[in-house]
Nanobody, 121 residues
Framework: QVQLVESGGGLVQAGGSLRLSCSAS????????MGWYRQAPGKRRELVAA???????NYADFVKGRFAISRDNTKNTVYLQLNRLKPEDTAVYYC???????????????WGQGNPVTGSS
């Protein structure tokens, strides 16, 4: 089993910055991708950014130039730096990891507990 533990959310004034962290632990052979999704009240969960092993990064258009994703493979940790926050960035941010547990095994999809981020106007 794999656990994802998130930290770093909170309340920030519009234009401010925040950094989210997510660490994966448990039985892990390889992490194929790690990323962040968000879900605002009454809306569907949407991709914010992801790092795909061997393939680079992927950002949603609405965060390009403002948010930056990075990963520390030695710690199985992914970060999301949120800059120039807007009120519309207010949402619960979820860490996601696609993990292979054993050699030759299937990929498994895991989610963090969710971390509220509020950009106040």
């Amino acid at each position: 089993q794999v656990q994802l533990v998130e930290s770093g959310g909170g309340l920030v004034q519009a234009g401010g910055s925040l950094r989210l962290s997510c660490s994966a632990s448990g039985t892990i052979f390889s992490i194929n991708s790690m990323g962040w999704y968000r879900q605002a009240p009454g809306k569907r969960r949407e991709l914010v950014a992801a790092i795909i092993s061997g393939a680079g990064t992927n950002y949603a258009d609405f965060v390009k130039g403002r948010f930056a994703i990075s990963r520390d493979n030695t710690k199985n940790t992914v970060y999301l730096q949120l800059n120039r926050l807007k009120p519309e960035d207010t949402a619960v941010y979820y860490c996601n990891a696609v993990v292979t547990i054993v050699v030759g095994g299937y990929e498994h999809n895991y989610w963090g507990q969710g971390n509220p981020v509020t950009g106040s106007s």
